[in-house]
């Protein structure tokens, strides 16, 4: 099959809102010449295409993008996540958790890839947006119980004190493959990042609280954004009506 002819396509569905039918395409190109063959495409694709694709995770099936795609080409693809405004972050916690927790999968690399990427802990912040009660209780206490925190805040600097203390909870005693998991990750093997995502966390939460409008999206020009809504019903794409996103990764 014609890798370019195939990218034109997988485009041209995306585009179209088929997104169901855009992976079936790549699945057919693995079926048909292997997983090398769909490595070498996924790397041509443009990141909001591949993003097209993996955020749309259904735990019902595995999919073969999602155990293929890189830390790399996951973290570029994350990044961008914003873009649908997916208020309830369920896709962007769907497709993190099912990429960085497969099976074969390092979740360190994708945590270190994400990280090195400007916009990447913000993305994580989006992650755990609904869970910042808890990470706070995490990061000051060592355990997720918010009953157990006494609410007050820890400096930076307190937190970069603390960022190599024995764990208080193993991993082997949250490994749910979802927020609390990579929240001991970070915690404990991304410390940095941990720090980073976590004043990004605060900020949100002070905007929230404050009444301000998370992302600037109260604003009623026209910013390329895509309502969630809209995409999981297939009508719109970021790939289709924005084709420079990656130029600003």
Same mark, same amino acid.
């Given at each position: 099959?014609?890798? =370019?002819?195939?990218?034109?396509?997988?485009?041209?569905?995306?585009?179209?809102?088929?997104?169901?039918? +855009?992976?079936?395409?790549?699945?057919? =190109?693995?079926?048909?010449?292997?997983?090398?063959?769909?490595?070498?495409?996924?790397?041509?694709?443009?990141?909001?295409?591949?993003?097209?694709?993996?955020?749309?995770?259904?735990?019902?099936?595995?999919?073969?993008?999602?155990?293929? %795609?890189?830390?790399?080409?996951? @973290? !570029?693809? %994350? %990044?961008?996540?914003?873009?649908?405004? #997916?208020?309830?972050?369920?896709?962007?916690?769907?497709?993190?958790?099912? %990429?960085? $927790?497969?099976?074969? +999968?390092?979740?360190?690399? $994708?945590?270190? +890839?994400?990280?090195?990427?400007?916009?990447?802990?913000?993305?994580?912040?989006?992650? $755990?947006?609904?869970?910042?009660?808890?990470?706070?209780?995490?990061? *000051?206490?060592?355990?997720?119980?918010?009953?157990?925190?006494?609410?007050?805040?820890?400096?930076?600097? @307190?937190?970069?004190?603390?960022?190599?203390?024995?764990?208080?909870?193993?991993?082997?005693?949250? @490994?749910? *493959?979802?927020?609390?998991?990579?929240?001991?990750?970070?915690? /404990?093997?991304?410390?940095?990042? $941990?720090?980073?995502?976590?004043?990004?966390? !605060?900020?949100?939460?002070?905007? /929230?609280?404050?009444?301000?409008?998370? #992302?600037?999206?109260?604003?009623?020009?026209? #910013?390329?954004?895509?309502?969630?809504?809209?995409?999981?019903?297939?009508? +719109?794409?970021?790939?289709? *009506?924005?084709? #420079?996103?990656?130029? @600003?990764?």
């Amino acid at each position: 099959m014609n890798h =370019l002819a195939l990218i034109a396509k997988t485009q041209t569905l995306i585009a179209a809102g088929d997104i169901v039918g +855009a992976e079936s395409a790549l699945v057919e =190109l693995a079926d048909a010449e292997g997983d090398a063959a769909l490595m070498v495409v996924l790397d041509l694709l443009p990141p909001k295409d591949i993003l097209a694709v993996i955020r749309e995770y259904d735990n019902s099936r595995e999919s073969v993008v999602n155990l293929l %795609v890189t830390p790399e080409q996951f @973290a !570029r693809a %994350v %990044v961008i996540e914003k873009q649908y405004k #997916d208020l309830t972050r369920t896709h962007l916690r769907g497709m993190v958790n099912s %990429v960085i $927790f497969r099976e074969d +999968a390092d979740p360190l690399e $994708f945590l270190h +890839a994400i990280g090195d990427l400007e916009g990447g802990s913000e993305a994580l912040a989006d992650y $755990f947006t609904e869970k910042w009660s808890r990470i706070e209780s995490f990061a *000051r206490t060592g355990t997720f119980d918010a009953m157990a925190d006494t609410g007050e805040l820890l400096s930076k600097t @307190a937190l970069q004190a603390s960022a190599y203390v024995k764990p208080v909870v193993e991993q082997d005693e949250i @490994a749910d *493959r979802d927020w609390m998991e990579l929240a001991w990750l970070l915690r /404990h093997q991304c410390p940095d990042l $941990f720090i980073e995502m976590l004043s990004v966390l !605060r900020a949100k939460a002070r905007a /929230h609280d404050l009444g301000e409008a998370e #992302d600037e999206e109260d604003i009623e020009e026209d #910013d390329g954004k895509v309502e969630t809504g809209d995409t999981d019903r297939g009508k +719109a794409t970021p790939a289709a *009506r924005d084709s #420079d996103e990656e130029s @600003a990764i």
